[in-house]
């Protein structure tokens, strides 16, 4: 099934974080937090200003980003957990 987002959403994977501390303690999945880092998979058109005009997207898919520990919303798209948030959730890009 192919999804595109509308507006200015944005379809995100997840990336999953390490499994090992700085120090070498292995981190049990119990324990693990949910990674606020992902990789955009595919973007909407944009948002429509108050003329109608589209508001250009500032992330486009394969992004690396940095979102908000509570932001978006979960959903399976092909057996896949994905997520689908606005492009304001979003903090910032990974170089």
């Not at 990336?15 to 880092?37: F, N, W, Y």
């Not at 399976?76 to 979003?90: A, F, H, N, P």
């Amino acid at each position: 099934m192919a999804f595109t987002p509308l507006h200015d959403r944005v379809l995100v994977r997840r990336v999953e974080s390490e499994e090992k501390t700085a120090g070498g303690l292995i981190i049990p999945d119990s324990a693990k937090e949910k990674p606020a880092e992902g990789e955009v998979v595919s973007v909407g058109a944009g948002a429509r200003d108050e003329d109608g005009d589209r508001i250009a997207m500032d992330v486009k898919a394969g992004d690396k980003i940095l979102f908000g520990k509570w932001s978006g919303t979960e959903v399976t798209v092909d057996g896949e957990e994905l997520l689908i948030m606005k492009e304001s959730d979003i903090l910032g890009l990974m170089a």
